[in-house]
C-alpha cells in the first residue's frame, strides 16, 4: 500500500438536480459512511498512512421549480450552488490537502474542477484533466437534447456555452484542451460528436472500442501521458456509468458495454502508481437505483486505488 505524508481533505458535494434522474445527491452521505470489509471510507483512508479531515458537504442551493433559463434547467440554483462548491473546496486546497470530492451528479465537476484550476493558476500553472464517463459530457445549452447541466460540464471548462457558468471564478477557460483525456464513452450525442471533432480532440478521446482494440492499459497509459503535461499535475473526476450495469447497477444513465470491475481498478492503480494527481471525484452514485449497495461499495473501492491501495 501507498503510505503518503499528505492529509485527505474530503468533500461532500449532494448537488443531484443537474441531472434528470434524481437520487445521485444521496450518494454522498451513502459513500461516506458504507462500511467495506467493516470499515468506513474514512477508517480505509486512514489505513492507508494518510491524514485524513473530513470538510462536511458544500452547501447546495435547492431549486424552488424545473423551468429552464439559458436553456439549462434549475440555472440559479445551480449557478449559486456552484459558487458555494468552488468556495468550500478553495478552503480545502488553501489548507494543503488532497481534495477526495463525494458528488453528487456530473455538473459538479463544472465548480469543482473551476475551484482547483483557479487555485493552481494563482501560481502560474495549469492543470490537466483524466475524465473517465460512459458519456462525452460536451454538450452545450445549444446541443443539449434535455437541457441537464450534468451533460454539459466538460463543454463549460473547455469554455463553451452560457457564459456564467463557463466563467465561474471570473476566467475561462479552465481547461487547456493540451492536458486532456476522455476514457469510457459510448453514449455520444449527435452535437458532442461534432464538437470533439471541431475541437480535434478525437485523440484525446479513449472510447470503448478503443478500449476493446488496444486494451485498459494502454489507453490509460497514453491519458496519464497527456495529462501529466501540465505543469500542475492533473485532477481525476470518475463518473461510476463509465463501468458496466453489471458491476454498477445504481446509476441514472446506464449504458450497457462499459468496462469491467477490473478494469476500473486497473485505471485508478496506474493513476495512483504514476503519482501526479492532484484531486479525485466520484459522481454519479445513486443509491436509491443501487441493487444490495454494491455500486456504493465499488465506488469507495474505487477511491481507494486511486489513492494508491493495490492487491499486495
Same mark, same amino acid.
Given at each position: 500500500?501507498?503510505?503518503?505524508?499528505?492529509?485527505?481533505?474530503?468533500?461532500?458535494?449532494?448537488?443531484?438536480?443537474?441531472?434528470?434522474?434524481?437520487?445521485?445527491?444521496?450518494?454522498?452521505?451513502?459513500?461516506?459512511?458504507?462500511?467495506?470489509?467493516?470499515?468506513? +471510507?474514512? @477508517?480505509?483512508?486512514? =489505513?492507508?498512512?494518510? #491524514? /485524513? $479531515?473530513?470538510?462536511? &458537504?458544500?452547501?447546495?442551493?435547492?431549486?424552488?421549480?424545473?423551468?429552464?433559463?439559458?436553456?439549462?434547467?434549475?440555472?440559479?440554483?445551480?449557478?449559486?450552488?456552484?459558487?458555494?462548491?468552488?468556495?468550500?473546496?478553495?478552503?480545502?486546497?488553501?489548507?494543503?490537502?488532497?481534495?477526495?470530492?463525494?458528488?453528487?451528479?456530473?455538473?459538479?465537476?463544472?465548480?469543482?474542477?473551476?475551484?482547483?484550476?483557479?487555485?493552481?493558476?494563482?501560481?502560474?500553472?495549469?492543470?490537466?484533466?483524466?475524465?473517465?464517463?460512459?458519456?462525452?459530457?460536451?454538450?452545450?445549452?445549444?446541443?443539449?437534447?434535455?437541457?441537464?447541466?450534468?451533460?454539459?460540464?466538460?463543454?463549460?471548462?473547455?469554455? +463553451?456555452? @452560457?457564459?456564467?457558468? =463557463?466563467?465561474?471564478? #471570473? /476566467? $475561462?477557460?479552465?481547461? &487547456?484542451?493540451?492536458?486532456?483525456?476522455?476514457?469510457?464513452?459510448?453514449?455520444?450525442?449527435?452535437?458532442?460528436?461534432?464538437?470533439?471533432?471541431?475541437?480535434?480532440?478525437?485523440?484525446?478521446?479513449?472510447?470503448?472500442?478503443?478500449?476493446?482494440?488496444?486494451?485498459?492499459?494502454?489507453?490509460?497509459?497514453?491519458?496519464?501521458?497527456?495529462?501529466?503535461?501540465?505543469?500542475?499535475?492533473?485532477?481525476?473526476?470518475?463518473?461510476?456509468?463509465?463501468?458496466?450495469?453489471?458491476?454498477?447497477?445504481?446509476?441514472?444513465?446506464?449504458?450497457?458495454?462499459?468496462?469491467?470491475?477490473?478494469?476500473?481498478?486497473?485505471?485508478?492503480?496506474?493513476?495512483?502508481?504514476?503519482?501526479?494527481?492532484?484531486?479525485?471525484?466520484?459522481?454519479?452514485?445513486?443509491?436509491?437505483?443501487?441493487?444490495?449497495?454494491?455500486?456504493?461499495?465499488?465506488?469507495?473501492?474505487?477511491?481507494?486505488?486511486?489513492?494508491?491501495?493495490?492487491?499486495?
Amino acid at each position: 500500500m501507498k503510505v503518503s505524508d499528505k492529509t485527505i481533505g474530503l468533500l461532500g458535494v449532494p448537488l443531484g438536480f443537474g441531472a434528470g434522474t434524481l437520487g445521485s445527491d444521496l450518494g454522498v452521505e451513502a459513500m461516506r459512511i458504507s462500511s467495506v470489509r467493516g470499515m468506513t +471510507l474514512a @477508517d480505509h483512508i486512514l =489505513a492507508l498512512g494518510y #491524514g /485524513f $479531515r473530513d470538510h462536511g &458537504d458544500a452547501t447546495i442551493v435547492r431549486p424552488d421549480g424545473t423551468a429552464a433559463e439559458n436553456g439549462i434547467r434549475h440555472y440559479g440554483a445551480i449557478l449559486r450552488s456552484f459558487h458555494n462548491i468552488a468556495s468550500s473546496l478553495d478552503s480545502l486546497l488553501q489548507e494543503g490537502h488532497l481534495p477526495v470530492i463525494l458528488g453528487g451528479d456530473h455538473s459538479i465537476a463544472i465548480a469543482t474542477y473551476s475551484a482547483i484550476s483557479n487555485f493552481y493558476r494563482q501560481s502560474g500553472d495549469k492543470v490537466g484533466l483524466i475524465w473517465f464517463d460512459a458519456h462525452a459530457d460536451i454538450n452545450t445549452p445549444e446541443t443539449s437534447p434535455s437541457g441537464n447541466i450534468h451533460g454539459m460540464p466538460l463543454a463549460a471548462l473547455l469554455g +463553451l456555452g @452560457d457564459e456564467a457558468v =463557463a466563467g465561474l471564478g #471570473g /476566467f $475561462r477557460p479552465k481547461l &487547456d484542451p493540451a492536458y486532456f483525456a476522455h476514457i469510457g464513452a459510448r453514449d455520444v450525442d449527435s452535437g458532442e460528436r461534432q464538437i470533439v471533432h471541431d475541437l480535434g480532440l478525437r485523440e484525446q478521446f479513449f472510447t470503448m472500442s478503443d478500449i476493446d482494440s488496444r486494451g485498459m492499459a494502454a489507453c490509460v497509459a497514453d491519458a496519464i501521458a497527456i495529462a501529466s503535461k501540465a505543469p500542475g499535475g492533473f485532477a481525476v473526476t470518475f463518473d461510476i456509468d463509465m463501468i458496466d450495469p453489471r458491476f454498477a447497477p445504481g446509476s441514472g444513465t446506464l449504458v450497457r458495454g462499459g468496462t469491467t470491475y477490473r478494469e476500473a481498478h486497473l485505471a485508478l492503480e496506474m493513476i495512483a502508481a504514476n503519482g501526479g494527481m492532484i484531486s479525485f471525484e466520484m459522481v454519479e452514485v445513486n443509491p436509491l437505483l443501487d441493487q444490495n449497495n454494491i455500486t456504493v461499495e465499488l465506488a469507495i473501492e474505487l477511491i481507494l486505488s486511486a489513492l494508491g491501495k493495490t492487491i499486495l
